[in-house]
């Protein structure tokens, strides 16, 4: 199906593991985010990437490691999942030049660590 | 750095107006959106003002920029229980990142 999807949707690890959140779009956008979402918070910028091979930092980035070898991929790895690191993680990609600049969201991935 | 900010609850009774407000600090910004949260989903763009307007209507909803104070609101006509959701407030950032606020939970009660 068309559109940006996330898995997995829930996920539950320990404190120390490494742990991989997988982002694929099919609509061949140019940039790709992720953001957590806390409560109190809001959505907060961890990485985006504006094309294949290229990332950069957000707001909240430590704790975090990205790739983007192919355009429609955008993996998140925790390396060592900590408990502040428990959230909502939403994957969102958009394309350049576009009219509004909108971003396009998955259904978000609910992470616990104990 | 930029910051985008916004009260956290709101509660209204069925078929009143809601408005939510919001502030930000970036005076550079193209683009202001809303977009709404559902329960258990992602983000979707409700609506959006392009930064030399004062003013967007688009059915039930009504956008108002106040560019001078930094102050955009949003204001719902006539709210149903399905309007029920988490509404943020978002700014551009540059390279089409946005900056969101904390998210205005709008509740509906009959």
């Known amino acids: 199906d068309a559109g940006i999807t996330q898995s997995p949707r829930y996920k539950i690890t320990e404190t120390g593991r490494q742990v991989t959140l997988m982002c694929h779009q099919t609509?061949?956008?140019?940039?790709m985010f992720w953001y957590r979402q806390d409560l109190g918070h809001g959505l907060r910028l961890i990485y985006y990437?504006?094309?294949?091979?290229?990332?950069d930092k957000g707001e909240v980035p430590d704790g975090y490691v990205v790739s983007r070898s192919k355009t429609e991929n955008f993996p998140l790895t925790l390396e060592s999942a900590t408990r502040s690191q428990t959230s909502v993680y939403f994957c969102?990609?958009?394309?350049?030049?576009?009219?509004?600049?909108?971003?396009?969201f998955g259904e978000g991935s609910r992470l616990t660590v104990l | 750095g930029e910051d985008v900010e916004q009260s956290l609850f709101l509660s209204v009774r069925e078929g009143d107006s809601s408005v939510i407000n919001c502030t930000y600090t970036?005076?550079?910004?193209?683009?202001l959106y809303w977009y709404k949260q559902e329960p258990g989903a992602g983000l979707q763009l409700l609506t959006y003002i392009f930064s030399n307007m004062d003013m967007k209507q688009d059915q039930r909803l009504t956008v108002l920029l106040n560019k001078k104070d930094k102050h955009l609101s949003l204001r719902i006509a006539d709210t149903q229980t399905g309007d029920s959701a988490i509404y943020f407030c978002a700014d551009s950032g540059g390279y089409n990142k946005l900056i969101f606020g904390a998210g205005t939970r709008l509740a509906v009660h009959p």
């Open positions: 969102a990609s958009s394309e350049p030049g576009a009219n509004t600049g909108e971003l396009f």
């Open positions: 609509w061949s956008h140019s940039y």
């Open positions: 970036d005076s550079s910004s193209t683009y």
């Open positions: 990437s504006a094309a294949a091979d290229i990332t």
